[in-house]
């Protein structure tokens, strides 16, 4: 592995059903994050975590859960997937703490697609 | 209100200059990043200003002024693979990122 995966990389899912969007670093860096990307939106934060065991709420984590069990990785789960959250979703990780930023370094993303 | 405002859309040609400006009002303010987006690619890290002024890097340079909540991206000498959205974020009071919807950057020959 080298930076950060993501997987999978595209997903087609039923309206209802349970979706769990892994994301993997290897650089060991201590914050990550989930952003969703819409056409015509900004990027817009789910998610994140500034340390293994603590994660936080961003701008919209309605309908979105996650955990933070160890530095390398950050799963999100979809409980009950609705077609608004058709989108595509990026993972990302920093070296940076609440206190202190640095850039962040961006997964490939996972095009999701819920019908 | 958090607000990041950058057009949407450009047009240049290739091998000359083309300036991307971005206005902010966020609650606090922790620095400025700009990143690059190729379609369908994830976005890649650019710049960072946290202090007012100039900061170059090769073709790219970035400026940034807090007291007017603007910053702009100069891209010299333009090249066809220059074709690409380029994002704006703002750190915030709680050191989280507030994204723009990003500038769509078209390169003419």
């Known amino acids: 592995i080298a930076g950060i995966t993501q997987a999978p990389t595209s997903q087609i899912l039923a309206a209802g059903r349970r979706m769990t969007l892994r994301c993997t670093q290897d650089?060991?860096?201590?914050?990550m994050y989930w952003y969703r990307q819409d056409l015509g939106l900004g990027l817009r934060l789910i998610h994140y975590?500034?340390?293994?065991?603590?994660?936080g709420k961003g701008e919209v984590p309605d309908g979105y859960s996650v955990s933070r069990a160890n530095t390398d990785d950050f799963p999100l789960t979809l409980a009950s997937a609705v077609p608004s959250q058709t989108s595509v979703y990026f993972c990302?990780?920093?070296?940076?703490?609440?206190?202190?930023?640095?850039?962040?370094?961006f997964g490939p993303g996972t095009r999701l697609t819920v019908l | 209100g958090q607000n990041i405002d950058q057009p949407t859309e450009m047009t240049a040609t290739e091998g000359a200059i083309v300036q991307i400006n971005c206005t902010y009002q966020?609650?606090?303010?922790?620095?400025l990043f700009w990143y690059q987006q190729h379609a369908g690619e994830a976005p890649t890290f650019l710049s960072y200003?946290?202090l007012d002024g100039l900061e170059e890097k090769g073709r790219f340079s970035s400026f940034l002024s807090r007291s007017k909540g603007y910053s702009y991206l100069l891209l010299k000498e333009l090249q066809m693979k220059d074709s690409a959205s380029y994002l704006c974020?703002?750190?915030?009071?709680?050191?989280?990122?507030?994204w723009g919807a990003g500038t769509k950057l078209i390169i003419k020959p």
């Open positions: 200003n946290v």
């Open positions: 974020a703002v750190t915030d009071s709680n050191y989280q990122l507030i």
């Open positions: 975590s500034n340390t293994a065991g603590t994660t």
């Open positions: 990302a990780s920093s070296d940076s703490t609440g206190t202190w930023v640095n850039e962040q370094f």
């Open positions: 650089m060991r860096h201590n914050a």
């Open positions: 966020t609650s606090g303010f922790n620095g």
